[in-house]
């Protein structure tokens, strides 16, 4: 287009840059909403992926004691309960990072000034394209499913052990300086007996908290119980595999503990996401 033709547009293209101010500067509250919805999912996606895959390590190498004995088993029954309890402030620091991260880089994204090269039709394609308050809902959108299924697959692996290395360590207060030690052990163990009922668990949270996204927003945290109920009852099925010939402990051992934590974990993620989709909804004209 020549330069005369622009010239004479150009009343045109200055009234749509007006338009577009005008629009980002009322939808910036709703863009700073969606992003903050945006980067807490992406602090809890990166958390619970760290916190699953070091949990996840303290099981397998409690699992791989069984294949060592002497000094390298105690060794390996150290390193399974630090892992264990790494965990935890592996996950939150990951989380911290990863929401500072994510701050900073949709900050600058969603900031970013429209630059107009001088060529009429790419610059009113590129006004017209620009929506950035739909662009940041379409980011915390697609984090929703990795915000509930990465921190629901660390609990399921990690707080389980957790509960039982508390219930040992509160009455010895922590003077037992062999505790981690002794309690590589019972991972080891556990792993062994009731590893496929934690897997279980994982398994079931995961596909609930995937399946959250088809479902109505005033309706997530509704017949939870049926979800996490089935979740335990799986899992208590299949701890009852050697559970026959150890007493029936090991599946009183999983309901008991499965008690205390899930119904608790399913909740807070449906009450999260619908608190976050509450927000995101507000965002909409």
Not at 201 to 228: F, I, K, M, N, Y
Not at 254 to 259: C, Q, Y
């Amino acid at each position: 287009m020549s330069a005369c033709a622009y010239r004479s547009l150009e009343p045109v293209l200055q009234q749509r840059i007006a338009a577009l101010r005008e629009r980002h500067e009322t939808e910036a509250p709703f863009v700073d909403v969606a992003r903050r919805v945006a980067v807490r999912r992406v602090g809890r996606a990166a958390g619970g992926f760290i916190a699953t895959v070091v949990g996840g390590g303290a099981l397998v190498v409690g699992l791989a004691s069984w294949l060592s004995s002497g000094t390298e088993e105690t060794y390996a029954h150290t390193v399974a309960s630090v892992l264990l309890v790494a965990a935890w402030p592996a996950g939150i620091v990951t989380a911290l990072v990863a929401r500072a991260v994510a701050r900073g880089i949709l900050s600058g994204w969603a900031d970013e000034p429209v630059r107009l090269t001088g060529d009429l039709a790419k610059d009113l394609a590129r006004l017209d394209a620009d929506e950035p308050l739909a662009a940041m809902r379409r980011t915390a959108e697609r984090w929703e499913r990795s915000a509930a299924a990465w921190p629901l697959a660390a609990l399921s692996l990690v707080t389980p052990l957790t509960i039982h290395l508390l219930v040992d360590w509160i009455p010895n207060l922590g003077r037992d300086a062999s505790l981690l030690q002794d309690y590589g052990t019972w991972i080891a163990l556990s792993v062994v007996l009731v590893g496929h009922s934690h897997l279980a668990v994982l398994v079931g949270a995961v596909r609930w908290a995937r399946s959250l996204r088809g479902r109505p927003t005033e309706l997530l945290a509704t017949d939870l119980s049926r979800s996490w109920g089935v979740t335990l009852l799986v899992a208590v099925g299949l701890a009852c595999l050697p559970g026959i010939v150890l007493l029936g402990i090991p599946p009183i051992l999983v309901a008991l503990t499965g008690l205390l934590f899930i119904p608790a974990m399913y909740l807070v993620t449906a009450r999260c996401i619908q608190r976050e989709r509450f927000a995101l909804e507000a965002t909409v004209a």
